[in-house]
């Protein structure tokens, strides 16, 4: 089963790759992802009621923690997000992420590029900690390039402001 | 009279070796028509270019479109203001006959442009002088650029580089050329792809195809080569492209991080850009024949933005050592910065002017953006803009004109290319096909 989806999603983005002129597909943003597929969507791997799925860990256990304006430290409840976000990846061990790290509009393009990054790996380090080997999470910044609300508030920065951990099969199983 | 002849092979290998010798020439015989550009400047001098003449039978429309190219380069200059065929009392007719000046007297014409135009085939010649109506004598000698058809604009922006050089005694920028990033799509869900055009938005060609995020777009010193920041693969990194054959080869590929903000060095052999690894985003130059890097900052910060002095000795760039976004120059190898940026709020994307003396810069205070200047030990700052989001200024091959992005807000939001003058007082959108940032402004075309 879980075979299966991750050599569909493979097989999806190869697709993509070629074919596909909207690379900026799902929320997650970015063009084809080097580790496998871009927040490929739910449907692509499995149900949201499989706690093993893909869908489970995007929207039961939260892929991504927001951040404060201009600022790259954890929340409690980014923590707490990161902490089922570990519990997740140390089960479901076929399993590497890319961290990709968001600016709201409000900055420089190269200054929140490296805000992004100060934000991704933020997340990455916090799961480390947690127990999750380095060697499957990677990290990307997209500045202020991808935000999901486009709105030019508060109400949709808080929202921009954000490290995602995006999920990518790899590691055979 | 006579006519420096300026022969090129091809339109696009005009040399400007002799329009040099020629200027050098037009200056040691200066008039009293001059106009110094200096921050008060309220008051444009009126000039006409009345249709060039046809020389040819064929050359008719090349003879309008030329000079129409050249009256609206001077326009746009915002120091010069044309005045309309409509109120000419002279027919211009005879490139030869002699000038009626109290004709353009009468009109008020300070400066007159005259020209002609013959078509031989895909040849174009095309003949100018730069009247002085006021004192009623020629400024400089007259001259004349061969090309071919397609490169009639080029002609065109020269001619007219040449005549704002007689009056100001400055270099001109009209032939140049901007590299950009072509944007469509909403804020979410945004198409960009490298783009280069003339200056003035003409003659517009892509460059890549938007199936990755594409950055800040840089040209080498001479135009030949284009460094840039694109995600094709899944992480930022910076390319170096050949504008010529549009091949392009990563230039900065160290796994586990990602570069970007690159600038070539005046001598165009050394890159400076930054990298961040491990959230960590510092500054680093690479000499681009070995691919050899040197880290330059090394401080918990996020320094990036880099941009070197003229003459290769210093850089200026951004860190947010101090707790907010501020600028700091350091020598071109490293070490001690000193910051520059003193004002209320956050400075970021400084760069160098060509002539040495100034660093634009994009200011971020009370919720707007602004472009603003500011002398190399950081007195005397003006701010030029002010709008929702502007930043990324690029300078005028002169030094005289700043390029950057505006970015409007809400949902519907889009960014354009827009230029301003650093006194400014002349600002201006710059077209663009569909929605444009990161303006990268060339030298003059050689």
Same mark, same amino acid.
């Given at each position: ?173 | @009279? ?238 170096? @492209?050949?504008? $010529? ?22 001598? $165009? ?16 130059? @690479? ?28 850089? #200026? ?12 120059? @350091? ?67 002169? $030094? ?19 230029? #301003?003058?650093?006194? $400014? ?22």
């Amino acid at each position: 089963m879980k075979l299966l989806s991750v050599s569909l999603l493979v097989a999806a983005v190869a697709l993509s790759a070629c074919t596909n002129p909207n690379r900026f597909g799902g929320d997650a943003g970015g063009p084809v992802n080097p580790m496998g597929g871009s927040a490929m969507g739910a449907g692509m791997a499995g149900s949201a009621s499989d706690p093993t799925s893909v869908a489970f860990f995007n929207q039961s256990v939260g892929d991504r923690v927001l951040f404060s304006v201009d600022q790259s430290t954890l929340t409690p409840e980014g923590r707490a997000t990161l902490d089922g976000q570990a519990n997740w990846l140390m089960t479901n061990a076929d399993y590497q992420a890319v961290i990709e790290g968001h600016a709201d509009e409000q900055g420089t393009r190269e200054y929140n590029l490296a805000l992004g990054a100060r934000r991704a790996n933020a997340a990455q380090e916090y799961l480390v900690s947690r127990g999750v080997p380095a060697s499957r999470l990677r990290v990307v910044s997209y500045g202020k390039e991808r935000p999901v609300e486009i709105c030019s508030n508060e109400s949709c920065y808080a929202k921009n402001r954000r490290a995602v951990t995006v999920l990518a099969g790899g590691l055979s199983s | @009279m006579k006519f420096l002849n300026i022969r090129a092979a091809l339109a696009y290998a005009l040399t400007c070796a002799l329009a040099l010798s020629v200027t050098t020439a037009a200056q040691a015989q200066q008039g009293p028509l001059r106009i110094t550009i200096e921050q008060g400047i309220i008051q444009p001098l009126p000039f006409a270019v009345p249709n060039f003449q046809a020389e040819t039978g064929n050359a008719g429309q090349l003879a309008a479109d030329l000079a129409r190219v050249v009256a609206a380069n001077l326009q746009g200059t915002g120091v010069f203001r044309e005045i309309p065929s409509s109120a000419f009392i002279a027919q211009y007719t005879d490139f030869n006959a002699p000038v009626t000046f109290s004709d353009w007297r009468a009109i008020n014409a300070q400066a007159l442009v005259t020209g002609a135009v013959s078509v031989n085939g895909n040849a174009v010649n095309v003949k100018f002088r730069v009247y002085d109506v006021v004192s009623g004598t020629t400024l400089g000698d007259g001259l004349q650029f061969s090309g071919t058809t397609e490169g009639w604009r080029r002609m065109a922006h020269k001619v007219a580089d040449e005549v704002y050089s007689r009056i100001t005694g400055e270099g001109g920028y009209f032939d140049s050329r901007v590299v950009f990033v072509s944007e469509t799509g909403p804020k979410d869900n945004r198409g960009k792809r490298l783009a280069i055009m003339d200056y003035d938005g003409a003659n517009v060609r892509f460059l890549t195809d938007s199936s990755a995020i594409v950055l800040a777009p840089r040209f080498s010193p001479n135009g030949d080569r284009i460094l840039y920041t694109s995600y094709e693969s899944g992480f930022p990194r910076i390319y170096v @492209m050949d504008v $010529g054959s549009v091949q392009r080869r990563v230039l900065q590929n160290t796994e586990g991080t990602m570069s970007f903000a690159p600038r070539f060095s005046p001598s $165009g052999n050394t890159v400076v850009y930054s990298l961040s690894q491990g959230g960590n985003t510092d500054i680093y130059t @690479m000499d681009v024949g070995s691919g050899q890097s040197t880290r330059l900052t090394n401080t918990p910060a996020i320094e990036t933005a880099p941009s070197f002095s003229p003459d290769g000795s210093q850089i #200026v760039f951004e860190s947010d050592r101090s707790g907010s976004q501020q600028l700091y120059i @350091m020598s071109a190898g490293g070490g001690e910065a000193r910051r520059i940026s003193f004002g209320a709020g956050r400075y970021g994307t400084p760069v160098w002017s060509p002539r040495g003396d100034l660093v634009a810069f994009t200011k971020q205070n009370a919720g707007r953006f602004h472009i603003g200047v500011m002398r190399t030990d950081g007195s005397e700052e003006r701010l030029l803009t002010a709008s929702f989001l502007d930043e990324g200024p690029t300078w005028s091959p002169n $030094g005289r004109v700043i390029m950057f992005t505006r970015e409007t807000q809400g949902e519907g939001g889009a960014s354009t290319i827009y230029s #301003v003058d650093i006194t $400014g007082r002349v600002l201006r959108q710059v077209p663009t096909p569909e929605g444009g940032s990161d303006p990268s402004w060339s030298p003059l075309q050689q």
